[in-house]
């Protein structure tokens, strides 16, 4: 079976400092990553998308990631962070060749202090 | 682009009532998911559609709750003689054909059972 651990519940950062997320998973088949971020009392925004090529992905709002096969791991990052960031981010996978079922992280609360 | 619309935004019931919420997909996606968040946890996969057909159910799914997508556009899920543990943030999401696709969430429906 597929899961996803996010390894810190709450990051706190100072404004324009760099960030890093993250994110492990377990899976026996090849998978597609995901990152999205919630902000409060919305829905999930799609951050980036790793499915297949340079393990190195951009994404929306200056994000990046970067997948590591051998670590099982697919990282976000941001060199520099605004107080606009503060929100909940979530990683999650997808079984490739199967129906886009989404599998989630628990979760990592970003708090971005001025 | 319209993109997903859930209704209502919020419920508040009492306990031992029924609740029925309605998610609208984009237009052209013929695939459509609920999920279930709690606080501080990650989205849940409750149940998929692929056009009108049910193909999927999450053992989260007890047998007070059925969803429906009786034309394969808008999707209905009603939660019968509600309890306090089914408060939640009830997620839509739709997306093309293809596992690569990615998930576009609505808003949400917080549900309150007192």
């Known amino acids: 079976a597929q899961s996803v651990t996010q390894l810190d519940s709450q990051v706190p950062v100072f404004e324009e400092a760099p960030v890093e997320l993250r994110c492990n998973y377990s899976s026996s088949v090849s998978v597609y990553l995901f990152w999205y971020v919630q902000y409060p009392n919305q829905g999930l925004q799609l951050l980036l998308k790793y499915l297949s090529g340079s393990t190195l992905v951009k994404g929306i709002n200056g994000f990046e990631a970067e997948f590591n096969k051998s670590q099982t791991s697919f990282h976000l990052r941001k060199p520099s962070v605004h107080i606009s960031d503060t929100a909940e981010y979530f990683c999650a996978v997808i079984i490739s060749g199967g129906y886009n079922k989404l599998i989630f992280g628990a979760g990592t609360r970003l708090a971005v202090h001025p | 682009d319209t993109g997903v619309s859930q209704d209502p935004r919020h419920k508040i019931t009492k306990r031992g009532q029924n609740v029925t919420f309605r998610c609208d997909p984009i237009?052209?996606?013929?695939?459509l998911y609920w999920y279930r968040q709690t606080l501080g946890q990650g989205p849940e996969f409750l149940t998929y559609?692929?056009?009108?057909?049910?193909?999927?159910k999450s053992r989260l799914l007890s047998d007070r709750f059925s969803a429906e997508r009786p034309k394969g556009s808008f999707s209905t899920l009603e939660i019968q003689r509600t309890e306090q543990g089914d408060s939640a943030m009830y997620l839509c999401a739709s997306s093309l054909e293809g596992s690569n696709s990615p998930l576009h969430f609505g808003n949400g429906t917080r549900l309150t059972v007192t």
């Open positions: 237009s052209e996606h013929n695939r």
């Open positions: 559609f692929q056009n009108e057909a049910q193909l999927e």
